[in-house]
């Protein structure tokens, strides 16, 4: 069921993915060479707690931690651990955050140090890929429009698409209907309406396409050891096209 949220409802987004957003911008300094993906994780999760919000991924389906910390070849969920960033690696932090019952989640992937040009095009383009996405949402259109306007941008710019995984609706729950793929068919899937929420995510990849998970579950890596990058937001369809709950905010 895919739900229409009310102006109230809409408000407590709002303030959701306004808590996503600044914990962005909070840990985005401290992401340099030397600190561990589990240090990056304390931090954030004393951010959200201390902003009276919840974090939502921690204990989801017994994830561990409170963010995804994805460094290069693992596209998305990567277990905060001892792990050390060096100088030239990517890394994506996705964070999903409840306040007062309604949820946020957004993903970006940030340069530690000076990173190679296949990684900066790689990220310029995934984050571009994410707002061609984004530019389809208004009423009337389908998610199979985003999912076509994601995937093309992307191998147009010969970029692999990663398909085992996919945006979602969010409210009070962070997967909700429907599915938001990165690839399909113009005119196809669910109508989008005013009210509703939806996360768009492209995750792309400098190589092949194709990823597996690790023993722990939980990592996905891409097959061929190429990096990754994953850009998301939530989006809200309003009467005549959208709002980005979750704003990336100036430094
Ligand atoms: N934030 C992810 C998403 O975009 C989900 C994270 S899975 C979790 O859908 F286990 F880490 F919570
Ligand atoms: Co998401």
């Given at each position: 069921m895919i739900t229409i949220k009310s102006e109230r409802e809409i408000e407590l987004m709002r303030q959701a993915g306004m808590l996503v957003s600044l914990m962005h911008k909070f840990i985005k300094p401290y992401i340099k060479a030397g600190i561990t993906t589990k240090e990056l994780d304390k931090l954030c999760e004393d951010f959200i707690i201390s902003h009276d919000a919840v974090p939502t991924e921690k204990g989801y389906e017994g994830y561990p931690a409170s963010i995804c910390a994805s460094v290069n070849d693992t596209v998305v969920h990567?277990?905060?651990?001892?792990?050390?960033?060096?100088?030239?690696?990517?890394?994506?932090?996705?964070?999903?955050?409840?306040?007062?019952?309604?949820?946020?989640?957004?993903?970006?992937?940030?340069?530690?140090?000076?990173?190679?040009?296949?990684?900066?095009?790689?990220?310029?383009?995934?984050?571009?890929?994410?707002?061609?996405?984004?530019?389809?949402?208004?009423?009337?259109?389908?998610?199979?429009?985003?999912?076509?306007?994601?995937?093309?941008?992307?191998?147009?710019?010969?970029?692999?698409?990663?398909?085992?995984?996919?945006?979602?609706?969010?409210?009070?729950?962070?997967?909700?209907?429907?599915?938001?793929?990165?690839?399909g068919n113009k005119g196809t899937g669910p109508l989008l309406k005013e009210g509703m929420c939806i996360c768009i995510e492209p995750m792309l990849t400098f190589g092949e396409r194709y990823v597996y998970m690790m023993d722990d579950d939980w990592t996905i890596k891409t097959d061929d050891g190429s990096p990754a990058a994953h850009y998301e937001h939530t989006v809200l369809v309003t009467k005549d096209g959208y709002e980005i709950l979750t704003p990336r905010l100036e430094d």
């Amino acid at each position: 069921m895919i739900t229409i949220k009310s102006e109230r409802e809409i408000e407590l987004m709002r303030q959701a993915g306004m808590l996503v957003s600044l914990m962005h911008k909070f840990i985005k300094p401290y992401i340099k060479a030397g600190i561990t993906t589990k240090e990056l994780d304390k931090l954030c999760e004393d951010f959200i707690i201390s902003h009276d919000a919840v974090p939502t991924e921690k204990g989801y389906e017994g994830y561990p931690a409170s963010i995804c910390a994805s460094v290069n070849d693992t596209v998305v969920h990567g277990i905060p651990n001892n792990y050390k960033l060096k100088d030239g690696d990517i890394i994506t932090i996705d964070v999903v955050i409840g306040y007062k019952g309604y949820q946020g989640d957004a993903a970006w992937t940030y340069a530690v140090g000076s990173i190679d040009d296949d990684k900066k095009y790689l990220m310029e383009h995934t984050e571009k890929a994410l707002y061609e996405g984004i530019n389809m949402v208004r009423p009337g259109n389908r998610i199979g429009d985003i999912s076509n306007a994601v995937y093309e941008y992307a191998t147009k710019h010969h970029l692999g698409v990663v398909r085992e995984l996919c945006g979602h609706g969010i409210g009070s729950q962070m997967h909700e209907d429907p599915d938001v793929p990165n690839f399909g068919n113009k005119g196809t899937g669910p109508l989008l309406k005013e009210g509703m929420c939806i996360c768009i995510e492209p995750m792309l990849t400098f190589g092949e396409r194709y990823v597996y998970m690790m023993d722990d579950d939980w990592t996905i890596k891409t097959d061929d050891g190429s990096p990754a990058a994953h850009y998301e937001h939530t989006v809200l369809v309003t009467k005549d096209g959208y709002e980005i709950l979750t704003p990336r905010l100036e430094d």
